[in-house]
């Protein structure tokens, strides 16, 4: 027996339905036809933000609850899919000790101090975000409704954790990302007050272990929440590649890539990045694992620092690992992207010799995984060589990935081999 509904009500189009029922959690504000009371009238009053919302199709099936955004083109994200569903403090908890759960089913127990804990559509909390680092959560809210529940959302997590014996001192938010004004959101960040007056006094550098290796992570100050979880196996398997080989590590933020080569063998690495204080974090990770004397930095565009090494007929690597950022955030801006990716894969291949290695990647959800392997393979013929294709490899299992919505599934990652 279905349970007495106390949402109001959103009916959508045909089209918004048929996108729902393929699985897809979002509805889009122009599917939207009408509002409802819970019991079917008109309603005199706008529904206020953030709400739970019930979306029903035009004649009348429930689709699912969602969680309403009034200044967002995603006008509701659902929660859930289920009419007997009740939202209260034993729902959240559920939501949080499947996700914990699952990460601690996939994921080795090595990794689970350095781990994310939630991945938004893909647990079903839509929006929300949280790395574990070590005794710290990082957490970065980009949903209204999701905003306005934190004072219960962030509780019940550490209420999860704890119960299981996970030692966790504080939560850090992390919500200084652009997209929270798409939701009307303030940008800020900061320590999260649970009530118990310890997180004023927490400092927002801590230390992980990752694939054996140690790092600093400064929760603050890092990019996004700190540290880039989702390389964590695909590092690991450039480790296994790289012995006796001289690496660069292009983009290397905290220098992770070429600090897994060194721990499988390679002879020396090449640090890049634009950014001074990735640098600075990278030479303080070299450090902290006694890996300096085998690595050297430098400060530079990857796209200039390449087109110099040619120019001066400088070809010392073995193997060169490339992970940019996005270069696009839109599907508008693919071709240019494209064109991006190209240019810096053929720089790359032209500096490595017949039999050197590659591992080349893209971290953005609009770069189709075709596309982005068409681009790569005409920077090949481009530079002349031709590209045996070791793996092709996805983001850890931690950022789970959802087949009916493709958003999840971002981070397409390839090892070459140049003949």
């Known amino acids: ?63 699912g609850t969602g969680l309403l955004s009034l200044q967002s083109k995603i006008r509701v994200r659902l929660i859930s899919r289920n009419a007997n569903d009740k939202f209260d403090r034993a729902f959240w908890k559920r939501r ?27 647990d079903q909390l839509p929006g929300l975000t949280v790395d574990r680092f070590n005794d710290i959560l990082v957490v970065q809210c980009l949903s209204y409704g999701m905003e306005q529940r934190k004072n219960l959302l ?48 927490l400092s927002p550098v801590t230390q992980i272990v990752e694939n054996g290796l140690l790092y600093h992570v400064d929760v603050a100050n890092g990019q996004k929440t700190g540290f880039f979880l989702d390389q964590k196996l695909n590092r690991r398997r450039v480790a296994d590649l790289a012995k006796d080989m001289e690496v660069l590590d292009c983009c290397t933020h905290t220098g992770a890539f070429a600090l897994n080569a060194l721990k499988g063998g390679a002879k020396h690495a090449t640090a890049l990045d634009i950014s001074a204080s990735a640098i600075a974090m990278a030479q303080d990770n070299a450090a902290l694992n006694g890996l300096e004397d085998r690595m050297d930095f430098v400060t530079a565009n990857a796209f200039d620092f390449m087109e110099q090494a040619l120019a001066n007929q400088q070809r010392p690597w073995d193997f060169i ?5 996005a270069f696009t955030k839109s599907r508008q801006r693919v071709g240019n992207a494209g064109n991006g ?49 070791i793996e092709y490899r996805q983001q850890a299992p931690d950022h789970p990935i959802l087949l009916d919505v493709p958003e999840t599934s971002y981070l397409k990652f390839f090892l070459f081999q140049a003949v």
Request: hydrophobic share 35%; with cysteine.
């Open 1 to 63: 027996m279905k349970a007495t509904r106390e949402q109001s009500k959103f009916v959508i189009s045909q089209k918004g339905a048929n996108w729902v029922k393929s699985g897809h959690p979002w509805v889009y504000e122009g599917e939207i036809l009408r509002s409802e009371s819970a019991t079917g009238a008109s309603l005199e009053d706008p529904v206020p933000n953030g709400s739970l919302v019930d979306i029903m199709s035009e004649s009348g099936t429930f689709l």
């Open 96 to 122: 949080f000790a499947y996700a914990w759960a699952y990460r601690k089913q996939v994921m080795s127990p090595e990794d689970l101090k350095a781990v994310r804990l939630v991945f938004g559509e893909s």
């Open 154 to 201: 962030y509780p019940l997590l550490l209420e999860v954790l704890r119960e299981d014996g996970q030692a966790i001192q504080g939560i850090y938010e992390r919500n200084d990302d652009s997209l929270r004004d798409k939701e009307g959101l303030a940008q800020a960040k900061g320590w999260f007050d649970e009530g118990q007056g310890v997180s004023g006094s």
């Open 321 to 325: 690992i490339l992970d940019p950022p």
């Open 341 to 389: 990716y190209r240019r810096l894969n053929y720089l790359a291949l032209r500096l490595l010799p017949r039999g050197g290695y590659l591992a080349t990647c893209t971290c953005s959800h609009f770069m189709p995984r075709d596309r982005f392997l068409q681009e790569v393979n005409q920077a090949a013929h481009e530079a002349g060589v031709r590209l045996k294709q």
